[in-house]
């Protein structure tokens, strides 16, 4: 079973950065696609970036040239780096990551969230 627990989320004022952590622990075979997702209120869940092992990152339109994400794979760890915030980007941000508990079998875990809210 994989956990992945979250950290830096807080309040910041438009045009300000935040960086998200994110670190993955227990057993598995292999971590796959490791990224960030976010959710507004009344919105749907929504993907901000994502990075497999080794890979070109994967961004959302409306983060490009803002957010970067970036990975350790020797301490199992994705981070978000987010500038230029705006007020749009308040939302609960959720890590993600794909992995594999045995060779053969492809699982999928969630962060417990964390808020970033961004002031006008």
């Known amino acids: 079973q994989v956990q992945l627990v979250e950290s830096g989320g807080g309040l910041v004022q438009a045009g300000g950065s935040l960086r998200l952590s994110c670190a993955a622990s227990g057993r598995f075979f292999s971590l796959g696609t490791m990224g960030w997702y976010r959710q507004a209120p009344g919105s749907q869940r929504e993907l901000v970036a994502t990075i497999i092992s080794g890979g070109t990152p994967n961004y959302a339109d409306s983060v490009k040239g803002r957010f970067s994400i970036s990975r350790d794979n020797a301490k199992n760890t994705v981070s978000l780096q987010m500038n230029s915030l705006k007020p749009e980007d308040t939302a609960v941000y959720y890590c993600?990551?794909?992995?594999?508990?045995?060779?053969?079998?492809?699982?999928?875990?969630w962060g417990q969230g964390t808020l970033v809210t961004v002031s006008s």
């Open positions: 993600y990551a794909n992995y594999r508990d045995i060779p053969i079998r492809s699982l999928e875990v």
